[in-house]
């Protein structure tokens, strides 16, 4: 029920931010009988957010496929590591302002990455200094893009979805054997603490989609 109520409270809260968004930007979104938006047969994008398309931070290359259609390649660096996918952008008409999305990503994963993290030895609580190994993700993201236009063919998006996890994605140690307060101990008669654990599952690249991107028109 927790995680529910905080799923609900967070789409809220996007749909606020949507609104008042939306608002800011309305000298942009003037009525198109009075504006003469230029059309762009492509698109190269900036974009950061969570459990996004472009990682943390991340650059795009777009076309139009026809009319409606928009493909992209994407990449850029998460959590889990180097970030590709491909997403497709429908009902993109030039003055089209809402547009449904669906795409695929995958992030490669990370191998020695230097981390503090709680852990569990001999039912005693300790914060230690290692290595972790991160696995490979695949996610499948349906969602929806609010796209604000700029006369010159370029636009702001605010991408919404949910990310869903195509495999479940690993982390462990990087090292077979650990130091705990100076003592050398087997990493397999370690454990992560609940905290940690949960840490570790919410980093996952897969979940509610946020993020925000420019695309300069071409």
């Known amino acids: 029920m927790k995680s529910n109520s905080k799923s609900i409270f967070l789409l809220a809260f996007l749909a606020i931010f949507l609104v008042r968004t939306e608002n800011a930007f309305a000298q942009y979104e003037r009525p198109t009988e009075s504006i003469s938006f230029k059309k762009s047969n492509a698109f190269i994008s900036v ?50 302002k809402w547009r449904p999305t669906l795409g695929f990503s995958r992030t490669a994963g990370s191998e020695n990455v230097q981390l503090d993290v709680m852990v569990v030895h001999n039912l005693n609580d300790y914060t230690i200094t290692t290595e972790m190994d991160f696995s490979a993700a695949h996610t499948l993201t349906p969602g929806f893009q609010r796209v604000f236009l700029f006369r010159n063919g370029s636009n702001l998006a605010l991408d919404f979805g949910y990310a869903i996890a195509l495999n479940t994605p690993s982390y462990g140690f990087s090292e077979k054997v650990l130091k705990i307060e100076g003592n050398q101990v087997a990493a397999s008669t370690v454990e992560f603490t609940e905290p940690q654990e949960l840490a570790f599952r919410l980093i996952r690249p897969s979940g509610i989609v946020f993020g925000l991107s420019y695309n300069f028109g071409l």
């Open 47 to 96: 974009g950061s957010g969570m459990h996004y398309k472009y990682g943390i931070l991340g650059l795009g290359f777009g076309m139009l496929l026809n009319e409606n259609t928009v493909s992209e390649f994407n990449f850029g660096l998460g959590v889990y590591g180097f970030k590709t996918g491909a997403t497709m952008v429908f009902n993109a008409g030039t003055n089209k």
